[in-house]
């Protein structure tokens, strides 16, 4: 979805509905996903209908645009771009990010990561919670990493999504009433509990493992850069 581009289509749940009880059941992921989140997607190509210049670009690109094409449009069409492509964004990955309640642990670098900017996997479930708990209103949590690899969390408001060109998102979790209010009603702190016990460990660490990645081969082509500084300024004596 992120890499597509115009007409968007809404991806389907990668699990069944009925796969992440009992912390959230069938009635409130058929509203989630096949409502709410597909009036994102729609109301994203709706917008992107009258303007064939923006069709070719992916949703991250819409996201993160500072272009004059996006700076040209009318207010309505740039506030409706910002809502609901975070929308769609902030969904599929939300969705994307969970699993059937397995008991999944972190593991690997992505563990160590937790360890070394939180204190403990505890402490970071804590600081995690506290985000989630305490968006006033409607928003998100997430855990990002940022351009150097640290992990962090942050909160955005309604369908806002973290900046782009600085984190790399490893996995939201959803406090919109619409992610819990049927089952749970007022008891946000009872569903974020829940939350915990859904997160696609393996997933969340691969995204973390290509943060790593691209830390890798940028030292690597910065090295290569210096070594072939050296050698120009060797043979120039």
């Known amino acids: 979805m992120l890499e597509e581009h115009y007409p968007f289509v809404a991806q389907p749940l990668p699990y069944e509905y009925d796969a992440l009880l009992p912390v959230l059941d069938e009635e409130t992921l058929h509203f989630h996903h096949d409502r709410h989140y597909q009036t994102y997607v729609d109301k994203l190509n709706a917008t992107l209908a009258d303007y064939p210049q923006l069709q070719q670009m992916s949703l991250t690109e819409l996201l993160t645009s500072e272009d004059n094409i996006l700076a040209s449009l009318p207010e309505e069409a740039r506030k409706s771009i910002h809502n609901n492509g975070g929308g769609v964004y902030n969904h599929q990955l939300y969705f994307d990010s969970m699993r059937s309640p397995a008991g999944q642990e972190p593991c690997g670098v992505l563990e160590e990561a937790l360890v070394r900017d939180f204190g403990s996997v505890r402490q970071w479930k804590e600081q ?61 702190p009872d569903y974020v509990e829940g939350w915990h016990k859904l997160i696609h460990w393996k997933k969340a660490g691969r995204r973390y493992e290509q943060v790593l990645c691209r830390l890798e081969r940028a030292a690597g082509e910065a090295e290569k850069l210096q070594n072939d500084s050296r050698t120009t300024e060797a043979n120039d004596r």
């Open 128 to 188: 995690m919670s506290q985000a989630a708990t305490g968006v006033f209103g409607s928003g998100w949590a997430w855990l990002v990493s940022d351009q150097d690899g640290t992990l962090m969390v942050l909160t955005t408001a309604n369908q806002d999504v973290p900046d782009l060109k600085l984190y790399t998102s490893i996995f939201p979790i959803d406090v919109w009433e619409h992610a819990y209010y049927l089952q749970y009603q007022n008891r946000r």
